[in-house]
């Protein structure tokens, strides 16, 4: 498993995270399993937000019926969860924040969370009240680091305005696939490339730039949810044909490559995983790993369907 460290800090975090949203219907057996398994190959970091699970707090509810964690196992791990959106809007209100934190708390049965973050950039969004409810959550000890999700530099400037916490993380969407973040800089100024369209505005080098980890969701999707780009060769044949060499070549599964792809860049992305299953987990961790050449990532881009100008 390779390890990052987290930003502006000590402590060392994985490069795979495991994302709780499909846990809502697990049993305490099933989730106790996902959750030893992913500790056992060196996963670290662990993902919630308010809305997952059908219902608000379903899932963080079903992690801390489930997982029973002493003080000494709640140090060595990173819990992050997300809010802000609601049913039918968005609201970055400080009384909202600070509701939906404590209910996090109170479902996940701990004292507090690694990391808040703002889940969907809200247009009606007021900085000094995002600031306020910073502010007495971590006085008050209930979250100790903050971020952001899918969230543009230009809104993260916005929200530095009235901010004092340091925002840590941007959690976006990326796969081989689906990487507007990367390859629209890669052709940058090519007139009638519909690659070439900027559609995060910087914020992979903005990122580097200010020490803003990335966290990659949906990490095996084809496109905007259109299903998992592995095994589909009716559309990927040349891409699978690739990553299943390269599998192959470094002893580990389709599944380490296509995290490989996006572990090997220097901007050290996490890989949320959504997955259920134990072993999609371990393959994962084992991927993260594996250090392609420039040679075979940019082999993966191409397969991939984005070009090189």
Same mark, same amino acid.
């Given at each position: 498993?390779?390890?990052? =460290?987290?930003?502006?800090?000590?402590?060392?975090?994985?490069?795979?995270?495991?994302?709780?949203?499909?846990?809502?219907?697990?049993?305490?057996?099933?989730?106790?399993?996902?959750?030893?398994?992913?500790?056992?190959?060196?996963?670290?970091?662990?993902?919630?937000?308010?809305?997952?699970?059908?219902?608000?707090?379903?899932?963080?509810?079903?992690?801390?019926?489930?997982?029973?964690?002493?003080?000494?196992?709640?140090?060595?791990?990173?819990?992050?969860?997300?809010?802000?959106?609601?049913?039918?809007?968005?609201?970055?209100?400080?009384?909202?924040?600070?509701?939906?934190?404590?209910?996090?708390?109170?479902?996940?049965?701990?004292?507090?969370?690694?990391?808040?973050?703002?889940? =969907?950039?809200?247009?009606?969004?007021?900085?000094?009240?995002?600031?306020?409810?910073?502010?007495?959550?971590?006085?008050?000890?209930?979250? =100790?680091?903050?971020?952001?999700?899918?969230?543009?530099?230009?809104?993260?400037?916005?929200?530095?305005?009235?901010?004092?916490?340091?925002?840590?993380?941007?959690?976006?969407?990326?796969?081989?696939?689906?990487?507007?973040?990367?390859?629209?800089?890669?052709?940058?100024?090519?007139?009638?490339?519909?690659?070439?369209?900027?559609?995060?505005?910087?914020?992979?080098?903005?990122?580097?730039?200010?020490?803003?980890?990335?966290?990659?969701?949906?990490?095996?999707?084809?496109?905007?949810?259109?299903?998992?780009?592995?095994?589909?060769?009716?559309?990927?044949?040349?891409?699978?044909?690739?990553?299943?060499?390269?599998?192959?070549?470094?002893?580990?599964?389709?599944?380490?490559?296509?995290?490989?792809?996006?572990?090997?860049?220097?901007?050290?992305?996490?890989?949320?995983?959504?997955?259920?299953?134990?072993?999609?987990?371990?393959?994962?961790?084992?991927?993260?790993?594996?250090?392609?050449?420039?040679?075979?990532?940019?082999?993966?881009?191409?397969?991939?369907?984005?070009?090189?100008?």
């Amino acid at each position: 498993m390779k390890l990052y =460290r987290f930003p502006q800090t000590d402590q060392d975090m994985s490069s795979i995270i495991l994302g709780m949203m499909r846990i809502a219907n697990m049993g305490n057996d099933e989730i106790q399993r996902l959750f030893g398994s992913a500790r056992d190959a060196g996963v670290t970091f662990f993902d919630h937000a308010d809305i997952y699970g059908g219902a608000p707090h379903r899932c963080e509810a079903r992690f801390g019926e489930a997982i029973s964690l002493n003080a000494t196992e709640r140090e060595k791990i990173i819990l992050q969860s997300k809010v802000g959106i609601r049913k039918g809007f968005f609201d970055f209100s400080k009384e909202h924040i600070l509701a939906s934190v404590d209910q996090s708390l109170a479902a996940l049965k701990v004292d507090y969370l690694d990391v808040l973050l703002l889940h =969907r950039p809200d247009t009606l969004v007021e900085p000094e009240e995002v600031a306020s409810a910073f502010d007495t959550l971590q006085s008050s000890g209930k979250v =100790r680091h903050f971020g952001v999700s899918n969230h543009t530099p230009g809104q993260i400037q916005l929200l530095k305005t009235a901010v004092q916490q340091p925002l840590l993380i941007n959690q976006v969407q990326l796969s081989i696939t689906h990487a507007p973040l990367i390859a629209a800089g890669i052709a940058a100024n090519m007139a009638g490339l519909e690659q070439s369209v900027d559609r995060d505005n910087g914020l992979l080098d903005y990122s580097r730039i200010h020490g803003m980890t990335l966290q990659a969701w949906s990490p095996f999707q084809k496109g905007f949810f259109d299903g998992v780009f592995l095994g589909d060769r009716e559309n990927f044949a040349e891409l699978n044909d690739a990553i299943d060499e390269l599998a192959a070549a470094y002893g580990v599964t389709a599944t380490g490559i296509a995290v490989a792809w996006i572990t090997r860049h220097p901007a050290k992305i996490q890989v949320v995983l959504g997955t259920t299953k134990p072993e999609r987990v371990i393959e994962a961790a084992a991927g993260s790993s594996v250090s392609l050449t420039r040679e075979e990532w940019y082999r993966l881009f191409r397969a991939a369907g984005h070009a090189l100008p």
